[in-house]
């Protein structure tokens, strides 16, 4: 997708994928991933997503990427924290104590940018993509992660009730995507409280990606 389809919802406050108090999911199975104490998260598309508020308190640090400006800048100001902002290549860079947030392209990110992580946390950016763009992503990831292990939120519903962001990634797309390089365990699926959209035949997944090397 383009991205200034992503500026467009932004600009419109039209991020119906954003969760104000965070993640249910990660709070519910954060201790199958097995992060050391005081490990890193890395976090792709992260927009102004609370669960980074939620990992600093849990003694972690973060290093994410974003490609909206003003969700960042949301997300600073949510932490009630002033970030130092540099250039950093095509990318700017918003950092401050145990947490750093790129502006730009994911797929300029480097694995240098990244630097070492005990994690991955995708709970916006694989249902972010559609199906042309999800090989390309997944393997980039892989790429600038070195493999690290992978939390990874999902829905799934019937496609052609509505359109999205966020797309509908079922168990198999997961699979056709990751289980070339990782051991997939999943470890919830269940019904979205309330529906999405006006539609009750939605279900939220997580999934448990671990290296098969």
Known sequence: ???DFWHRRWKKNEIGFHENEGNTLLKAYFEQWQLPENGRVFVPLCGKTKDIGWFLAKGLSVVAIELNESA???LFEDLGV???IESH????KYSVANLIVYVGDFFTLSAEDVGSIDG???RGALVALPEPL???YS???RMISKACKQFVVTYDYDQSLFAGPPFSVP???VHEVYQQYFNITQLYRGKVAGGFRGQDEVYESVFLLLDKC
Request: charged fraction near 30%; glycine fraction near 4%.
């Open 1 to 3: 997708m383009e991205p």
């Open 134 to 136: 999800r090989n390309r």
């Open 89 to 92: 290549g095509s990318l700017s």
């Open 72 to 74: 960042v800048k949301a």
């Open 139 to 141: 393997q980039h990831l």
């Open 82 to 84: 002033e970030p130092h």
């Open 120 to 122: 991955v946390f995708d």
């Open 171 to 173: 168990s198999e797309t």
